[in-house]
């Protein structure tokens, strides 16, 4: 009883029309009349309150987790297309420069590579080969 008074007089001083005295006054005689059922009731609703603000808060906390891990997985995803993009065009601009040509199924087959380890091997084959037909050998053999 003495927790409800309390809780009474913090609602009432948060109003200036509401009188903590007419507040509690009213809670004695409610209880006095239901014979105490009401604190069971009281709580059962403090209780499903407190549920519901804790799975709110939760919700919100879940959910910009799950904001900031797909941003991070975003950024990931992105850096990695980047780096194949670039090391495909690596490969392309080395071919055409050394040879003065780039035939479609050669350009075909570089983008279909997602191995940035294996477009660095092409890089390299694309500088040293002899030949168009050397790079294509060996491009046929990935």
Not at 49 to 60: I, P, R, V, W
């Amino acid at each position: 009883m003495r927790a409800l008074e309390a809780a009474l007089r913090y609602v009432a001083s948060a109003n200036d029309q509401v009188k903590a005295e007419d507040l509690i006054k009213n809670a004695k005689a409610v209880f006095h009349e239901k014979g105490g059922d009401i604190m069971p009731t009281l709580a059962e609703q403090w209780i499903e309150q407190g549920m519901q603000q804790g799975m709110q808060k939760g919700m919100e906390q879940g959910m910009q987790q799950g904001v900031e891990q797909g941003k991070k997985q975003g950024l990931h995803q992105g850096i990695q297309e980047g780096k194949l993009k670039g090391a495909r065009a690596m490969v392309a601009e080395a071919l055409r420069t050394r040879f003065n040509t780039l035939p479609a199924e050669i350009v075909e087959k570089i983008e279909e590579i997602d191995d940035v380890d294996v477009l660095t091997k092409l890089l390299r084959e694309a500088i040293d080969a002899r030949d168009m037909e050397k790079f294509k050998t060996v491009l046929g053999q990935i």
